[in-house]
């Protein structure tokens, strides 16, 4: 099974797994069933959840919403640390999680858009490093495992910056590796050379624990958030979630 999804994630367009992958998951859904770990996101109940990943991770995506342990942890942070399900919020999605559209769509406080330049699941097409909106135009920013991918990080955070409201605020979740310094050559467009420096095929830079400071370059507030440290070992493990991961969270600067 782990070499399985393995190669379908390092080799099947990510457009085409996005459509194909609900119905796959049903049957293993069925196949799953037990109650020793729940989704928050879509709350149910499975004896595990799948393995997932490049080198795949066990227990790690819901059959039923496809989150992952980020994504499942992303919702947690927005119930309970935030206003987001409650006030009425313009909110920009890039590269949206199949987990929370639907999801964040039935929200009737939401004025809810998402975008992305290839992605079948986004309904505007948008290129992060020059976005057709004006200034001040939302109140919340999602954009998670994209920096990795585009051509100017950078660039595309001050795009952010420019969008959000003077009280906005986002999440800029990225893969951030045990590494001073973010890996970085434009030169090598190889993809096999770029699985071998930055973890993927697809991928253009590997992030280190500069993060945070780089994507400050932009004019962006980042705080590093440790939600998860908040919560109880007992939920961690029931929800599988990950537990050292960081929530950078974003909020307008100059």
């Known amino acids: 099974m782990k070499s399985i999804i393995s190669f379908v994630i390092r080799y099947i367009p990510r457009p085409l797994l ?101 992605s079948p699941l986004a309904k505007v097409k948008m290129d992060v490093h020059d976005i057709p909106f004006p200034e001040n135009s939302f109140d919340v920013v999602f954009c998670n495992h994209v920096l990795e991918h585009v051509e100017d990080d950078i660039k595309a955070c001050v795009e952010f910056n420019r969008v959000l409201k003077p009280s906005g605020w986002g999440i800029l979740q990225s893969p951030v590796y045990p590494i001073e310094k973010t890996l970085e050559d434009k030169k090598v467009t190889d993809p096999a050379e770029r699985e071998r420096m930055f973890g993927q095929r697809d991928h253009v830079r590997k992030f280190g624990k500069d993060y945070a400071d780089r994507l400050r370059k932009s004019g962006l507030l980042i705080e590093e958030n440790h939600f998860v440290k908040e919560i109880s070992s007992a939920i961690v493990k029931q929800n599988a979630l990950p537990p050292e991961e960081v929530i950078f969270v974003c909020k307008k600067g100059n």
């Not at 919403?65 to 947690?76: A, K």
């Open 18 to 118: 996005q459509r194909v992958s609900p119905l796959v998951m049903k049957v293993f859904a069925k196949m799953n069933s037990g109650k020793d770990v729940t989704c928050p996101v879509c709350d149910h109940s499975y004896k595990k959840f799948l393995p997932y990943g490049r080198i795949a991770r066990a227990n790690a995506l819901c059959p039923n919403c496809l989150s992952l342990e980020r994504h499942r942890l992303m919702w947690l942070f927005l119930k309970e640390k935030t206003d987001f399900f409650t006030t009425p919020l313009r909110v920009l999605h890039v590269a949206p999680e199949h987990c929370f559209i639907e999801r964040f769509e039935s929200l009737k406080n939401l004025d809810y858009i998402t975008a992305d330049i290839e």
